[in-house]
Structure formats: C-alpha cells, structure tokens
Nanobody, 114 residues
Framework: QVQLVESGGGLVQAGGSLRLSCAVS????????MGWFRQAPGKERKFVAA????????NYADSVKGRFTISRDNAKKTVYLQMISLKPEDTAVYYC???????WGQGTQVTVSS
C-alpha cells in the first residue's frame, strides 16, 4: 500500500523559509513523477511543483518560480519542497502527490504572517 506523509509545515513570517518533506512508502519510489500542490482556504487545490523520477526535470507554477525548489532523495523515498522568500499568499495546506495511481498525502499547513 502506498502512503504519503508530509511534514515540515508551520508558521513563519513573510520573507522566511520552510522545507517540506514527503515520505513515501511502497516499492519503486524512484520510478514515479512526484508533485506538490497547495490549497488555500476557500480555493481550489493548485499545482506548485513537480519532479521526474530521477530529479533531472522539474516544473514550477509561475507564482513560485525562483522561490521554491523541489527535490527528491530516491534512497530515502522522500520528496522535498524548499521554500524561501515566503509571502502571505503562500499560506495554504500543502499536499504531496504521486501522479501514478493518484495518491495524496494528508497535507501540512503552511502559514505565512505579514
């Protein structure tokens, strides 16, 4: 069974940084494209970033380009989202996603105060 468990969220001031982690159970983590999405209160869940199986290709939403970095450690079966220069509009629940099979984590809250 595949499980995704996010961690690393919290409360941070504008301009601050956070690193989210997503630990993935199950076999063959290294074979799958992984992504991060976020959902602000009252809004739809939106794409943030994605990374291919080897980490050689990444893609970002325009709103986070230059501030967020997605990476992965296949040996640890973990995908990361490094966030810098955080803004109040980054406040959301952040979800880890495995595209194959459409698996989601439970989410981790990120709150950026102004």
């Amino acid at each position: 069974q595949v499980q995704l468990v996010e961690s690393g969220g919290g409360l941070v001031q504008a301009g601050g940084s956070l690193r989210l982690s997503c630990a993935v159970s199950g076999r063959t983590f290294s074979s799958y494209v992984m992504g991060w999405f976020r959902q602000a209160p009252g809004k739809e869940r939106k794409f943030v970033a994605a990374i291919n199986y080897s980490g050689s290709i990444t893609n970002y939403a325009d709103s986070v380009k230059g501030r967020f970095t997605i990476s992965r450690d296949n040996a640890k079966k973990t995908v990361y989202l490094q966030m810098i220069s955080l803004k109040p509009e980054d406040t959301a629940v952040y979800y880890c996603h495995r595209y194959a099979g459409d698996y989601w984590g439970q989410g981790t809250q990120v709150t950026v105060s102004s």
